[in-house]
């Protein structure tokens, strides 16, 4: 089994930014994929970004060039850094992870964490 625990989610005006962690534990972290998805109220949940074994990363177009995914195998720890926040960005946000087809980046996650609120106001 594998644990995936988010934190630094928060309130932030339109504009700001906040880094979401992801903490994992029970399973070699270095050989997965990782990923941040988001669900708004009363949409469907939605890929944000992915990291891959490489490092190779990938993104919705919505947040190419404010978002930035990262790991950092020694911490077991995934971040998601968020600039230029907009209000469309509110969203509860799911840290993912999975160890097979682990090019696939957009499907077929096996670990999700609990989620954290991101809320940006105008």
């Known amino acids: 089994q594998v644990q995936l625990v988010e934190s630094g989610g928060g309130l932030v005006q339109a504009g700001g930014s906040l880094r979401l962690s992801c903490a994992a534990s029970?399973?070699?972290?270095?050989?997965?994929?990782m990923g941040w998805f988001r669900q708004a109220p009363g949409k469907e949940r939605e890929f944000v970004a992915a990291?891959?074994?490489?490092?190779?990363?990938y993104y919705t177009d919505s947040v190419k060039g404010r978002f930035t995914i990262s790991r950092d195998n020694a911490k077991n720890t995934v971040y998601l850094q968020m600039n230029s926040l907009k209000p469309d960005d509110t969203a509860v946000y799911y840290c993912?992870?999975?160890?097979?087809?682990?090019?696939?980046?957009?499907?077929?996650?096996?670990?999700w964490g609990q989620g954290t609120q991101v809320t940006v106001s105008s």
């Open positions: 993912a992870a999975k160890f097979r087809s682990l090019l696939d980046y957009k499907n077929g996650y096996e670990y």
């Open positions: 029970g399973r070699a972290f270095t050989y997965s994929t």
């Open positions: 990291i891959i074994l490489s490092g190779t990363t």
